[in-house]
């Protein structure tokens, strides 16, 4: 099972990150991320076994994560797969230390693939016609965090779908 760690926003948040998506789409094009799949993904782990996701459950419930609470105020986009995301214009400390916080923890347990560069998004759209972000009006969110998931990732014709398998406990 293909399995990843990340923060899952607030509802409130989560409908206001789905009104971005929509204004995104009106003017780029693509395909919408679905609102109960908008995330922040802090450590892609990749294929897992049965036994090592009760592993990984186990370990998150019994994370200490930090509360937080992350700004969003700028557009941004990866070209060549066309996603258009929101995230921040400066880089978040808390964010970035809580990311090489966990990847710190997970490689004695075997996991690799940490990123070289850590950027903080929220993807919105994938496979996006136009990447042009500069007549949509600059987001102003506050995400405040205190808890990790861990997600398994499902693909099917419609997309991706994720299921919650543990939660860190409330800070």
Request: with cysteine; hydrophobic share 40%; net charge positive.
């Amino acid at each position: 099972m293909r399995l990843f760690l990340a923060l899952m926003p607030p509802p409130a948040l989560r409908r206001r990150l789905g009104e971005l998506a929509e204004r995104a789409h009106a003017r780029c094009g693509g395909r919408r991320v679905p609102d109960d799949s908008l995330h922040l993904t802090l450590a892609f782990l990749g294929e897992v076994s049965e036994e090592r996701a009760e592993e990984l459950s186990t370990w998150v419930e019994g994370l200490d994560v930090p509360e937080g609470k992350w700004r969003l105020d700028a557009w941004g986009a990866f070209r060549r797969p066309g996603i258009l995301w929101v995230g921040s214009q400066m880089p978040d400390r808390a964010l970035v230390n809580l990311q090489a916080s966990l990847w710190r923890d997970l490689e004695p347990q075997g996991f690799t693939g940490r990123p070289s560069r850590f950027i903080p998004h929220v993807t919105l759209l994938r496979r996006a016609r136009r990447l042009e972000t500069a007549g949509l009006s600059p987001p102003d969110l506050a995400w405040p965090y205190r808890r990790v998931a861990l997600l398994r990732s499902f693909t099917d014709q419609d997309g991706a779908r994720y299921q919650t398998l543990a939660r860190s406990p409330l800070s």
